[in-house]
């Protein structure tokens, strides 16, 4: 079993729909996660840290489930520029201080 | 605009021909990594530093090694390139071992 797994996708929306991610991880003593978005042939851009509590930043929500070991990104009102591949990373406490672990990503594909 | 510079973006080497790729950074933070990203896969982590802390990945070959002679640069050196070391790969910062992470551009590596 991964690490870090991702519903691979491609999820296809139209625009203006939400859509939702979640990312399952294994190591309970995982203590930061972070949603990356990552466009065809470029590099991972951090898109938001997730926190206990949750945290919002404009359309995008992340939340964290620790008794369930998952996180989660939705995405409301998707516009064409979202189609992307969505990483999540985890970051477990020493031993492994540093270590992110990624998931293989997301593919999310808006269509007009 | 600070940022995290990958130098060349685009590497051919050959069989066996050692390679060197350099990464720097203006953000000062602490924390340096390497990844490799092969195709549809998440980016793989092969060694960090945290200043001048190396930390190896038990899963990384020895083909692989790293050197850090400042905060501002690191290098990844594969020694003997192989063709299943064809790859991006992506150098990283962060301020601190359990915070988000900010990427180069990579460097595609292509070995004939």
């Known amino acids: 079993r991964k690490e870090v797994e991702q519903d691979p996708g491609p999820f296809n929306v139209p625009e203006g729909a939400t859509v939702a991610f979640n990312c399952t991880y294994s190591n309970s003593a995982s203590q930061s996660f972070f949603w990356y978005r990552q466009d065809c042939r470029k590099e991972p851009k951090l898109l938001m840290s997730?926190?206990?509590s949750g945290n919002e930043d404009g359309r995008f929500t992340a939340q964290l489930n620790r008794a369930s070991q998952y996180i989660s990104l939705l995405i409301r009102d998707s516009k064409l520029s979202d189609s992307a591949t969505y990483l999540c990373?985890?970051?477990?406490?020493?031993?492994?201080?540093?270590?992110?672990?990624f998931g293989d990503g997301t593919t999310l594909t808006v269509k007009p | 605009d600070a940022m995290v510079i990958q130098n060349p973006r685009y590497q051919v080497t050959q069989f066996g021909k050692p390679v060197t790729l350099s990464c720097s950074q203006t953000?000062?933070?602490?924390?340096m990594y390497w990844y490799q990203q092969k195709s549809s896969q998440a980016p793989k982590l092969l060694f960090h530093y945290y200043d001048k802390d190396f930390n190896n990945e038990a899963d990384t070959p020895d083909n692989f090694q790293s050197r850090r002679p400042n905060t501002s640069f690191c290098f990844l050196d594969i020694r003997s390139p192989g063709l299943g070391d064809a790859a991006m790969y992506l150098c990283a910062t962060s301020r601190v071992e359990a915070g988000g992470a900010f990427f180069g551009q990579g460097t595609r590596l292509t070995v004939v």
């Open positions: 997730v926190y206990s």
């Open positions: 953000l000062n933070h602490n924390v």
């Open positions: 990373a985890v970051t477990a406490n020493p031993p492994g201080a540093g270590k992110s672990t």
